[in-house]
Every structure is written in C-alpha cells, then in structure tokens.
C-alpha cells in the first residue's frame, strides 16, 4: 500500500488532515492590498499619465509576490492526525520547514477555545494540546470542534489500559 504522506509508518492509519483557516492568510491579502494603494496615490492626482499607471501595475506584481510568500507558507503548513501521532509540518517561506511528531500516547490533555464573535462567524479556533514536556498550541484551525472530537477519539484509544489490572511485585 502507499503511503498517505512522507514518513508514514508501516500499519499505520491517517484519521484526518487538516490546515489553518484562511483567515491565516489576512496578512498576506494586506500584503496585496498595501503596495497596490501606495503605488495608486499617483494615477490619482495625475490621471493622465501612463507611467503611473504602469507603477500601480508594478505595485500589484509586487504585491502579489508577496502574497505568495504567504500562501506557500499557509497551504504547505498541514497536520496530520493518524492512530498513532500527531504530525505539524510547518512550512517557512519558501525553503524552511519545521515537523513535529507527538505520540498519541504522550497526550494529557486536549481543549479548544473559539475567539469570539469573529471566530464563531468564520468558523476557526485555537487547540491546545497538552503533555508532560509543554503545550502543543494550533492557532487558527479550521472547524476546532470537529477536529477536538477527532483528537479526543484518537486519544482515548491510544490511552493506556486504567482498568486497575495491575500486578504486584512482591519482594
């Protein structure tokens, strides 16, 4: 069988893959925005001039170069829920890129908040998944809800047996 993404292990399963909102990317859509206004003030007090209308169509282009750098950064940057782990590839720019394995095992606990009216609207929040070394903080997730109830399912399965089955050791 094919392996689902690079790195993936031998019997084990994706449950879900999932990215930041889009409204991650609001950073790059000022991006566009700004040099496209700046590059426009002078068409507006020269209307006549082709020239800067040209340095308004260089400001989009360049506006648009940047708002690539980010959306590269927002579309490469993906987590994987599998039965076994949790996998955050993180890209950075155009060339640099952290991941993070955690173990379902290594789980303590999950929550989730949603940032009010503007995170209830749009539909994204934050997942703070903790462990015994830190916190694990995925901000700006798409549908928390849904993908908190999927993390907990994996969790609760990977959690070790606590039915008090356990032996003693006499010495």
Not at 85 to 98: A, D, E, I, N, Y
Not at 110 to 136: A, K, R
Request: charge should be negative; charged fraction near 15%; aromatic fraction near 16%.
């Amino acid at each position: 069988m094919e392996p689902a993404f690079d790195g993936q292990r031998e019997g084990e399963e994706v449950v879900l893959v999932f990215r930041r909102h889009i409204i991650a990317l609001r950073k790059g859509f000022y991006s566009i925005l700004v040099p496209f206004a700046l590059a426009s003030l002078p068409t507006l007090f020269f209307p006549g001039e082709l020239l800067y209308l040209y340095i308004a169509f260089g400001g989009l282009a360049f506006g648009l170069v940047l708002f690539f750098y980010h959306w590269i950064g927002w579309y490469f940057t993906i987590f994987i829920l599998t039965d076994q782990r949790l996998r955050q590839s993180t890209q950075k720019g155009f060339f640099g890129k952290s991941v993070i394995d955690l173990p379902v095992s290594k789980i303590q606990n999950i929550s989730y908040t949603i940032p009010g009216l503007s995170g209830e609207l749009f539909g994204f929040g934050t997942i703070v998944i903790q462990t015994y070394v830190g916190d694990l903080i995925l901000d700006l997730i798409h549908q928390p809800g849904e993908v908190y109830n999927k993390l907990q399912d994996v969790a609760a399965t990977a959690a070790p047996n606590t039915s008090g089955n356990h032996e003693e050791i006499n010495s």
